[in-house]
């Protein structure tokens, strides 16, 4: 299993919440480290390195959007957020923290472990004879290998999964692709997810990217990146 090995960072200072993921962690193959506050959890991802961490908004001294942040500054680590209240939703992703995904409590432990799995998928390079590929799409230039976005020449910064869903729909111009499908290619999931997940993104992307942004919604299906007058491939 893909998971053997692999050790998880659970920041949750509910101890019968961070009980019942950590077991059903482990059942799943994996090591798992816990933290029950936001600056212990920064300091044990540090120390561990874990593969991933599952980290509550929600802490008893700094929340957990500090606390992503501060995990940013010094390491790419996938980062799976849990919250309360349905309406936090569009902090997590909105707010340039850098989360991966997030599953909102009570939540069934079968799906958080669905999650970090797919979560973890994602995380490891697939691409590698992508790369050195970049695109170049009206005043949207991304490069693959480097993770960088320009707009007329200047750089933007979009948290992990806004790149990588920009990458996939320039990356399949004139198709369109369902939220499933983005579900599935961004995030791993090979099932019916909270499709919310990629509209969040997609309004972020549209935001950082202003005018230049080539994302088209398809009303009743998905997205699809509108035809500039200048489009440039190169490999």
């Given at each position: 299993?893909?998971?053997q090995?692999?050790?998880v960072?659970?920041?949750?200072?509910e101890?019968?919440?961070?009980?019942?993921?950590?077991?059903?962690?482990?059942?799943?193959?994996?090591?798992?480290?816990?933290?029950?506050?936001?600056?212990?959890?920064?300091?044990?991802?540090?120390?561990?390195?874990?593969?991933?961490v599952?980290?509550d908004?929600?802490?008893?001294?700094?929340?957990?959007?500090?606390?992503?942040?501060?995990?940013?500054?010094?390491?790419?680590?996938?980062?799976?957020?849990?919250?309360?209240?349905?309406?936090?939703?569009?902090k997590?992703?909105?707010?340039?923290?850098?989360?991966d995904?997030?599953?909102?409590?009570?939540f069934?432990?079968?799906?958080?472990?669905?999650?970090?799995?797919?979560?973890?998928?994602?995380?490891?390079?697939?691409?590698?004879?992508?790369?050195?590929?970049?695109?170049?799409?009206?005043?949207?230039?991304?490069?693959?290998?480097?993770?960088?976005?320009?707009?007329?020449?200047?750089?933007?910064?979009?948290a992990?999964?806004?790149?990588?869903?920009?990458?996939?729909?320039?990356?399949?111009?004139?198709?369109?692709?369902?939220?499933?499908q983005?579900?599935?290619?961004?995030?791993?999931?090979?099932?019916?997810?909270?499709?919310?997940?990629?509209?969040?993104?997609?309004?972020?992307?549209?935001?950082?990217?202003?005018?230049?942004?080539p994302?088209?919604?398809?009303?009743?299906?998905?997205?699809?990146?509108?035809?500039?007058?200048?489009?440039?491939?190169?490999?």
């Amino acid at each position: 299993m893909a998971s053997q090995g692999q050790t998880v960072l659970v920041v949750e200072d509910e101890t019968s919440i961070a009980s019942f993921v950590k077991l059903y962690l482990e059942k799943a193959g994996f090591a798992v480290e816990r933290a029950a506050t936001g600056a212990e959890g920064v300091a044990r991802q540090r120390e561990a390195e874990p593969a991933l961490v599952v980290l509550d908004l929600n802490l008893p001294d700094i929340d957990g959007l500090e606390v992503c942040r501060r995990i940013r500054q010094t390491s790419d680590v996938p980062i799976l957020m849990l919250t309360a209240r349905d309406e936090d939703v569009d902090k997590i992703i909105g707010l340039e923290v850098g989360a991966d995904d997030y599953l909102t409590k009570p939540f069934n432990p079968r799906e958080l472990v669905a999650r970090v799995k797919s979560v973890l998928r994602r995380s490891v390079p697939e691409r590698r004879e992508a790369q050195t590929k970049q695109i170049k799409h009206g005043d949207v230039e991304i490069d693959v290998g480097r993770r960088e976005v320009l707009v007329s020449g200047t750089e933007v910064q979009l948290a992990p999964k806004e790149f990588d869903l920009l990458w996939e729909l320039l990356d399949h111009r004139g198709l369109v692709l369902t939220r499933d499908q983005l579900l599935e290619r961004v995030w791993g999931y090979t099932f019916a997810g909270d499709t919310r997940t990629v509209d969040v993104h997609v309004r972020q992307l549209r935001r950082k990217l202003g005018e230049a942004s080539p994302i088209v919604t398809v009303w009743g299906v998905g997205y699809k990146v509108a035809s500039p007058r200048d489009t440039a491939v190169q490999a």
